[in-house]
Nanobody
Framework: QVQLVESGGGLVQAGGSLRLSCAASERTFSTYSMGWFRQVPGQEREFVTAIHWSGSSTVHADSVKGRFTISRGNAKNTVYLQMDNLKPEDTAVYYC????????????????????????WGQGTQVTVSS
């Protein structure tokens, strides 16, 4: 059982930045592809960004391209989400997720944006952007 713990959420003004972290409990973290999703109450969970287990490829939702950056620190079993130029519409609960399948990049890139592709989820962290 993989445990994921997010941190770093909070309240920020529009145009500001936040950095979310997601720490995994397993040493085999380096073989997991990781994703970030977000959800607003009453709406479906939305894909934000993901990184392949190799660290060599990332995918982003169009709404965050150029503003959000995903990275991973395998030595710390942690994935990061750097969020810059935040907008009020970025307000949501942010979840990290782990795909333990060690997929090839081509296969992973086709399914990374679907929440059903992930095996484990964190509890979420609230991000609120004020206008």
């Amino acid at each position: 059982q993989v445990q994921l713990v997010e941190s770093g959420g909070g309240l920020v003004q529009a145009g500001g930045s936040l950095r979310l972290s997601c720490a995994a409990s397993e040493r085999t973290f380096s073989t997991y592809s990781m994703g970030w999703f977000r959800q607003v109450p009453g709406q479906e969970r939305e894909f934000v960004t993901a990184i392949h287990w190799s660290g060599s490829s990332t995918v982003h939702a169009d709404s965050v391209k150029g503003r959000f950056t995903i990275s991973r620190g395998n030595a710390k079993n942690t994935v990061y989400l750097q969020m810059d130029n935040l907008k009020p519409e970025d307000t949501a609960v942010y979840y990290c997720a782990a795909d333990v399948g060690s997929l090839t990049r081509s296969t992973w890139s086709r399914q990374a944006q679907y929440w059903a592709s992930y095996d484990y989820w964190g509890q979420g962290t609230q991000v609120t952007v004020s206008s």
